[in-house]
């Protein structure tokens, strides 16, 4: 008969609760949501002059796409947002971009926004809105 003595057994149960927290941590680990990374930034000028043209531009990227594409929308007043310009399709890895010139044609606030969208290809017909940059706000005077 073998006997194992108090210190013996200390020390397999300490080996036992260490393989049991690890195993509960890579569970949760495993579990646990994956963020994908990503931003979008917008510039445009804070204030602009009637008949003046001026230029609003956008940059981002997100991770969560094989393709990407970014997109410029403006609205006045308390309207609905509507596409001003697309970028060109980018894949995943290079920054989206995309560039509008706008002519100030009546005074008054106009808002404008950058939106990425992921594509699962180049030409693909449903893009899905990845992300949305605060509204960049112009006073035309």
């Not at 310009?85 to 009546?106: D, F, P, Q, S, Y």
Request: aromatic share 4%; hydrophobic share 40%; charged share 20%.
């Amino acid at each position: 008969m073998t006997r194992i003595g108090k210190t013996g057994m200390k020390a397999h149960g300490g080996r036992m609760a260490v393989i049991g927290a690890l195993g509960l941590a890579s569970v949760a680990l495993a579990t646990a949501p994956a963020f994908a990374k990503g931003g979008v930034e917008i510039t445009a000028p804070h204030t602009a002059r009637v008949g003046k043209t001026f230029t609003v531009a956008a940059h981002g990227d997100d991770d969560a796409s094989s393709f990407l594409r970014i997109c410029l929308e403006n609205r006045s007043g308390g309207s609905a947002w509507h596409r001003l310009t697309c970028g060109t399709v980018t894949e995943r890895g290079a920054e989206a971009k995309a560039t509008g010139h706008v002519k100030a044609t009546h005074r008054g606030t106009q808002q404008y926004r950058a939106v990425v969208y992921g594509l699962l290809s180049p030409n693909d017909k449903h893009p899905v809105r990845q992300r949305v940059s605060g509204p960049a706000t112009v006073h035309v005077r």
